[in-house]
Nanobody, 121 residues
Framework: QVQLVESGGGLVQAGGSLRLSCAAS????????MGWYRQAPGKQRELVADIGSRGSTNYADSVKGRFTISRDNAKNTVYLQMSSLKPEDTAVYYC???????????????WGQGTQVTVSS
């Protein structure tokens, strides 16, 4: 069974940086799109960034120029480098896999456990 484990969240002052990591483990042949979502108190979950298997990326307008998503296919890991953090970035961040292939098996829509990012003013 494929599992996702997130790390890297924490408390940081405005203007600071954090790097989030999400590693998938289990029997994995390939993963298509990996991404990061976030949910702030009282708000709906929103896409922050995603990255395709060959490196194409998408970013929310609110994080363009500040966040960078990357992946290491050999390690089945996706990263989110967050710089110039703002208080409005405070949220629980969740990693997501669209589709993971394990031989003949395809699994859809896997989520990490979430990691808290708090940015103080």
């Amino acid at each position: 069974q494929v599992q996702l484990v997130e790390s890297g969240g924490g408390l940081v002052q405005a203007g600071g940086s954090l790097r989030l990591s999400c590693a998938a483990s289990g029997s994995i042949s390939s993963i298509n799109v990996m991404g990061w979502y976030r949910q702030a108190p009282g708000k709906q979950r929103e896409l922050v960034a995603d990255i395709g298997s060959r490196g194409s990326t998408n970013y929310a307008d609110s994080v363009k120029g500040r966040f960078t998503i990357s992946r290491d296919n050999a390690k089945n890991t996706v990263y989110l480098q967050m710089s110039s953090l703002k208080p409005e970035d405070t949220a629980v961040y969740y990693c997501h896999i669209d589709r993971v292939y394990s031989g003949a098996l395809v699994t859809y829509g896997l989520w990490g456990q979430g990691t808290q990012v708090t940015v103080s003013s």
